[in-house]
């Protein structure tokens, strides 16, 4: 928000109760034209259920939506779902079979409107569709028939698009070219979206900015950046990739491991903490007859383990580490040249610049609003 304009979509303290269950419960954000927003969150967390009060389709028990500026839910002012300016956009696509691809893209304009034609034919080039336009949706692909059902919601220019897990219908490989498609044409037309999705990847490919939900609650909001490299909680962390967590307890605001000592300040003595690293941020060293490499600043001690499991994945291979001193297994993703050989022992480091240092047992406090980042 700046210069007095309103947000596109500004919604405040949204809650959905179901049998007294907050499925969504105090959600607030502000998105801009545009820009996109992807919400993300675990299956049931209560996305399906924003996205449904936002199109007006389900109502919420408190709270208010406003659409530039406009309310349309706000105590008494209930604006219906075809009057909000918003477009949907799901999963199944759902184009009308009986219809062309032209008609598709045209159902809701004006049909006496001379501007229509102009826009449909404008759409389908976009979307990469022009000589597909006299088709039926059945003589088309899966990516295919997903830049129509695109084009046929863009098409009345809606102040807002809503898309609720748009990509999960297609193929791996389809997909990623079709999403930056997608958000060309999106940025392109300059709508505010809000996309769905249960996939990190997807958010962090897709987003400007990230709202991570647990049980109907915000509990981190950022760029895809900042919320994969500054989260707020372990779990927060652990949505985005597998994770490494040993385990430490406070002492004069430091944590002694075998790995070396962990920074904790501000944490009072006697807590108990998870020292979480992501498996590509562990470093890995040769044994040089049973001795490892020195200590450094950016990397701590060195801990020996035995090499357990080792697997080619493509850009990377995943290592699995039996760690001596504890009997833990802790994974490291190293570049593929690299494939060791079960029971081949390796020296295993934490690079300090990415750990998160979080209070054990601990979980973000959801409805504070700033709850943006937290660095270790
Ligand atoms: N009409 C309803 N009546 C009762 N409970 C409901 C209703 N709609 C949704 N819920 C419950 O609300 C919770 C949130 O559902 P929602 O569909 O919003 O989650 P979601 O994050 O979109 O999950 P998914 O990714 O699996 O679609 C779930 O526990 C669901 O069972």
Known sequence: MGDGVAPR?????????????????GVSMAIEAGQVSCLLGPSGCGKSTTLRLIAGVDWPDAGRIHVDGQPVVDGAARVPPERRGIGLMFQDFALFPHLTVADNVAFGLPRRDPGTAARVRDLLDRVGMTHHAAAYPHQLSGGEQQRVALARALAPRPRILLMDEPFSGLDDRLRDDIRDETLA?????????????????????????????????????????????????????????????????????????????????????????DIAIRPQHLAIDFDRAGRGPLPT??????????????????????????????????????PSVFLPRPGTPLWVMFRRDRCFVFPRGQAARPQDPQNQSRAA
């Open 185 to 273: 044409v999106l940025k392109a037309e300059g709508t505010a979206v809000l996309l769905v999705t249960h996939d990190p990847a997807e958010a962090m490919r897709m987003a400007d900015e990230i709202l991570l939900m647990r049980e109907g609650r915000i509990v981190q909001r950022g760029a895809p950046y900042t919320i994969y490299n500054n989260p707020v909680d372990l779990q927060a962390a652990a949505f985005f990739s597998d994770l490494n967590v040993i385990r430490g307890r406070v002492q004069g605001a430091l944590t002694q491991t075998p790995f070396g000592p962990f920074l904790a300040p501000g944490v009072p003595d006697g807590t108990e903490v």
């Open 9 to 25: 979509l500004a919604i405040e303290g949204l809650t959905r109760r179901f049998d007294g269950r907050a499925v969504v419960d």
């Open 297 to 334: 600043a950016s990397h701590g001690d060195a801990a020996r383990g035995i090499v357990e499991r080792a697997r080619f994945i493509g850009a990377v291979s995943l290592v699995e580490l039996r760690m001596e001193h504890d009997g833990s297994l802790l994974k490291a993703a190293v």
